[in-house]
């Protein structure tokens, strides 16, 4: 299947809206023109596969989702420079290069976002994929749709990776660690000796909370709902652990009057609100949960001009072909021990590893693709 020539293969697709994934069998070309053609060996499941297997959020059916791929390259089109066949790589969300945004440095926020990493089209704005038996299969999803064995992807979301890093390691750094270590080390530029604390220790959560400590941050606090969450967030840097609950704004009060920030990864208008309260002053709070349509949060004036700041983010402010190999090298170091969050399943179990993400029996599913 690999090696050049199109290709037909079993790729798990969201057929029908809200329904579990569906493996179907499906073509794929040769890359094109700027494009490279990956051979998936493994793949992460974040929280927004599922939103958008779930709810209407603008993308079309048949789909397949999927963006924290890792493989190796196994053609690549041509006018591609920078990988060739036989690379071993990890694959990010896609950017253009070219609008003032990315000429700015500011990828994550690309003019072309939503066209290159929703919308389910390839550049010439029709499917990279076709279903076996006819018909438009909608991929390109965060300029991969990795949950098939090949994948289409684009330089610029096409990254090396080191030799010793394994793929199931690789995967997850494309999105999921990027967007939590990176808020840490990119958009809060977090220092030592500052407090943080996390709201929500999923996947995200524990990513900011491993960076915090690369940071030297401190105290880190963790806090979820889940105590076993809790137990691992401390595993990984967390020097306390609390509960969402009744009593968490009298807990972060009696381990500072104020924190120098907070980050929320859960999207919950009443966390955010009681984040915003437990600020510092010059205090950052940092918002990239995903919340439902129209949710609002409010918070008090008083106090507010103390240098204090809301600050939304995607990606972790990252750009991949930077942040993913300083993500790679920190867990090489030992730095950056992300393996705890993760478990393995078998591609075909899709359906099994998503579950196991939403009964919270896994942090971090990664699906792998055997030959
Ligand atoms: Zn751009
Ligand atoms: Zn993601």
């Keep these: 299947m690999t090696g050049g020539g199109a290709g ?9 809206r809200g329904a579990p994934f569906a493996l179907v069998e499906a073509e794929i070309p040769e890359p094109g023109p700027g494009e490279i053609r990956v051979a998936v060996k493994a793949a992460g499941i974040c929280h927004t596969d599922l939103a958008f297997r779930d709810l209407e959020l603008g993308t079309p059916l048949p789909m397949v ?3 924290e791929g890792a493989g190796i390259v196994d053609q690549v089109g041509p006018g591609v420079e920078g990988v060739r066949p036989g690379d071993r790589v990890a694959l990010s969300y896609d950017s253009c290069g070219l609008c003032p945004v990315c000429r700015e440095g500011a990828p994550q926020y690309c003019e072309e976002f939503g066209l290159r990493n929703i919308a389910g089209l390839g550049p010439d704005m ?13 991929a390109s999803f965060f300029g991969q749709s990795s949950f098939a064995p090949l994948a289409i992807t684009r330089p610029r ?30 958009t809060l530029g977090g220092r030592p000796g500052q407090s943080l604390a996390v709201l929500g220790a999923g996947a995200v959560g524990l990513a900011a909370v491993m960076a915090a400590r690369v940071a030297g941050m401190d105290p880190i606090v963790a806090v979820d709902r889940v105590p076993a969450r809790l137990d691992l967030a401390r595993a990984l840097g967390a020097t306390h652990g609390f509960l969402s609950g009744d009593g968490l704004a009298a807990e972060l009060a009696a381990i500072r009057p104020g924190f120098d920030a907070v980050l929320d990864t859960t999207g919950v208008p009443a966390l955010i609100e009681l984040g915003i309260a437990a600020l510092a002053t010059r205090g950052t709070m940092l918002v990239l949960g995903i919340s439902p349509p129209g949710a609002q949060a409010a918070f008090a004036l008083s106090g507010f001009l103390g240098g204090k700041r809301i600050q939304g983010l995607i990606e972790g402010d990252a750009d991949p072909q930077a942040f993913v ?9 030992g730095r950056f021990p992300h393996d705890r969050l993760v478990g393995t399943f078998p591609f075909a179990e899709i359906n099994r590893a998503a579950h196991a993400m939403e009964s919270g029996e896994t942090v971090k599913p990664v699906l792998l693709f055997g030959d």
Excluded at 328 to 333: G, I, V
């Design 157 to 186: 979301n096409t990254v090396r990776i080191p030799a010793g890093l394994p793929f199931h390691l690789a995967a997850p750094l494309g999105c999921g660690m990027q967007t939590g270590a990176g808020a840490i080390l990119n």
């Design 8 to 16: 037909r293969m079993t790729v798990a697709a969201v057929v029908t």
């Design 325 to 333: 190999p300083k993500l790679a090298a920190l867990h090489l170091e």
């Design 126 to 138: 029709a499917p990279r994929l076709r279903l076996a038996g006819g018909g438009p299969l909608f």
């Design 65 to 67: 989702l999927g963006h």
